[in-house]
């Protein structure tokens, strides 16, 4: 089993910075991509962010230069640096990633989410 859990949500004001943590733990072989979504209430998920196994990187226009995604292939840990916080980037944030078990068994899993309120 693996498991992915996120941590870093919270209350914070418009400008601000939050830095969210997403670790997979459980009985990994690999990973392949780690992303980052966000669901703002009333609107559709979104891929905000995604990084390889080697380090390349895809952003939303909406986050592009605030946002820094980066992972630690050692801790199998994903990280999002947000910066320049807006309020309408108030959102569930959640990461997601795909792999294979240490059977070699293919996977992918989401986080529950962590909750970001950008406001004043």
């Known amino acids: 089993q693996v498991q992915l859990v996120e941590s870093g949500g919270g209350l914070v004001q418009p400008g601000g910075s939050l830095r969210l943590s997403c670790a997979a733990s459980?009985?990994?072989?690999?990973?392949?991509?780690m992303n980052w979504y966000r669901q703002a209430p009333g609107k559709e998920s979104e891929l905000i962010a995604a990084?390889?196994?080697?380090?390349?990187?895809h952003y939303a226009d909406s986050v592009k230069g605030r946002f820094t995604i980066s992972r630690d292939n050692a801790k199998n840990m994903v990280y999002l640096q947000m910066n320049n916080l807006k309020p309408e980037d108030t959102a569930l944030y959640y990461c997601?990633?795909?792999?294979?078990?240490?059977?070699?068994?293919?996977?992918?899993?989401w986080g529950q989410g962590t909750l970001v309120t950008v406001s004043s």
């Open positions: 997601n990633a795909d792999g294979y078990y240490s059977d070699f068994g293919y996977f992918e899993l």
């Open positions: 459980g009985s990994i072989f690999s990973i392949n991509a």
């Open positions: 990084i390889n196994s080697v380090g390349s990187t």
